[in-house]
């Protein structure tokens, strides 16, 4: 099975093709940056913008089954500085990789959405089927993006993830960005009170989750990605600091972002319905932190 990964160079892309290879599958690696990979027989990288090159060739030359589709625009702070360029990536780029799946009739196209496109809300954990109402220009482009997969004739899952931590030395993750300042004994500055609540779901469960969907009998679906568990960013800080032994004082500035979510706690019902496997595969938090620190 050939499986075609967009943004395989990222945070989330870069698991989810060594879960592929892992698995025996052959990965078509699609990325604008080059990447250190991979001397692997089942392993070819593109180096292709998604806004810009035409991708045709891959399709042409490989028989293409599958579409895991994660480049984009990661970054909310991102989004409000440049719009135009979020929306460039997270919309035209993904109409551009519809139209090969449409035309190269694939078996499935399966893609990363976002908590952000729920925006703030009263009730959690947040169900599939709450009104989206995005407070940002990305999670109005991820809802957007959602909204053409939809609208074209291709069997898909869109996974709604909600935090994503791991390891990877660009890691713009919070806590990854912790495991730094927590190693190196620097001091942490956080915007607002830090009462802000996140459901952190460690990156190797969400490429698992990519995997497994791949050539399950479930398509045409929307599934949050999730632990359906919600920590402030206070209580990750207590937790991190025994896990790290970390004893400076953290300043919280009154600066708060606009677009910051104070609430996103996803629920995780119907990932669990549709995947039952997972339901004791999800790694625990404090387990998801010790393997960042000592990996
Ligand atoms: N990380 C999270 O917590 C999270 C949560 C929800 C959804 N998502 C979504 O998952 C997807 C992957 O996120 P990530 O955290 O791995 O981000 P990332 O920034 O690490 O990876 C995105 C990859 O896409 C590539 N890319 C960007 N623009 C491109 C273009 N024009 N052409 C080709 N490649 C391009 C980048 O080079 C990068 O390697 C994104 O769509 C993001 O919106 C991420």
């Not at 089954?65 to 989004?79: C, E, K, P, R, T």
């Not at 919600?230 to 400076?248: A, C, E, T, V, W």
């Amino acid at each position: 099975m050939n499986v075609l990964v967009a943004g395989a160079a990222g945070f989330i892309g870069s698991s989810v093709v060594k879960k592929l290879l892992e698995c025996g599958y052959c990965v078509l690696a699609v990325d604008k940056v080059n990447t250190e990979y991979l001397s692997n027989e089942n392993f070819a990288f593109f180096q292709r913008d998604i806004i810009k090159d035409d991708l045709e060739d891959i399709f042409k030359n490989y028989q293409i089954d599958y579409i895991i589709h994660l480049a984009g625009v990661s970054n909310v702070g991102l989004s409000i500085t440049n719009p135009e360029y979020d929306a460039q990536v997270n919309i035209v780029g993904t109409i551009n990789i519809l139209n090969l799946a449409k035309k190269y009739k694939i078996k499935k196209l399966l893609t990363a959405s976002s908590a952000a496109i729920y925006g703030n809300t009263n009730s959690f954990p947040i169900q599939e089927t709450n009104i989206p109402n995005p407070i940002s220009p990305y999670g109005l482009s991820k809802l957007t993006m959602e909204k053409y997969i939809k609208l074209l004739d291709i069997p898909y899952i869109i996974f709604r993830c909600s935090n994503v931590y791991g390891k990877k030395e660009s890691g713009c993750d919070i806590i990854t960005k912790f495991d730094n300042l927590m190693k190196n004994n620097k001091e942490i500055v956080i915007s607002g009170d830090g009462t802000n609540v996140r459901d952190f779901i460690y990156v190797k469960d969400v490429a698992k989750a990519f995997v497994k969907a791949l050539t399950a009998p479930v398509e045409n679906e929307v599934i949050n990605l999730s632990t359906g568990i919600g920590i402030s960013i206070k209580d990750l800080i207590n937790i991190m600091s025994k896990i790290y032994d970390y004893n400076q004082e953290i300043t919280y500035t009154p600066v708060v972002k606009d677009y910051d979510i104070q609430t996103s706690i996803l629920s995780n019902n119907k990932l669990l319905t549709l995947f039952p496997a997972f339901a004791n595969t999800l790694t625990d938090l404090e387990n998801g932190i010790r393997n960042i620190r000592y990996e």
